[in-house]
């Protein structure tokens, strides 16, 4: 869908979630990520760049293991993450939108667990290729988690650490020959709508995740 019609539709509050492609099961176990491998760091910061041209090809459930690992996985025993948090408040929650339905990662059981069956891709932004990319990320701060942080700082320490979350999904993406966007032109509203956010949970950021298109 382009963008002038999403625009449209995000006006009218109705730009809303596809039924699923394929099944959408309740749980989605990840196979233990890889954490030797990948670029060098400063090769990997060599090739960091956004991309908006996306191929549909799904990531193999290797590759999204991995990916998810590195945005904010479980990298500690005392269940500290691969990204930073204010007080280690732990606030963001990181949604996947797949073709077959949007789930929830649990960094802890190193698993995806479903919110909602259905394609909510097209409803992450404004810009069109989110619909047909393979996977979209949404970054969610639940400010239940942030009651240690002053009230005043809760929305400015949420975004840092979803900043945080993105470079590591950018670093990741280079490494392994992946293309992504970090997007902050996205509807709120409709994205919290579709995922049954409560009014604790902030949307973010979102951010897209594939394959490079192939030049034609
Ligand atoms: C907070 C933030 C919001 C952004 N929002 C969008 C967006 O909505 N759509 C988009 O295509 N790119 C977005 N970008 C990506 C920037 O356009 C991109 O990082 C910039 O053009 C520099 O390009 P590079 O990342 O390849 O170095 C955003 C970047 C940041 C940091």
Redesign the pocket.
Known sequence: MNTLTKLALGMMGRLRPQPPRGDSPASIALPPPGKLGGMPLMEALSK?????DFAPDPLPLAVLSELLWAACGKNRADGGRTAPSALNAQEMDVFVALPTGAYRYNPAAHSLDLVASSDLRRVT?Y?DFVDEAPLDLVFVADHTRMALVPAAQREAYAYVAA?AI?QNV?LFAASSGLAT??????DREAIADALGLSHDQQVL?SQTVGYFKPAR
Not at 48 to 52: L, V
Not at 181 to 186: G, K, S
């Open positions: 960091r760049q956004s991309t908006r932004g810009q900043g993105a950018y966007v970090i997007r902050a032109w996205i950021l």
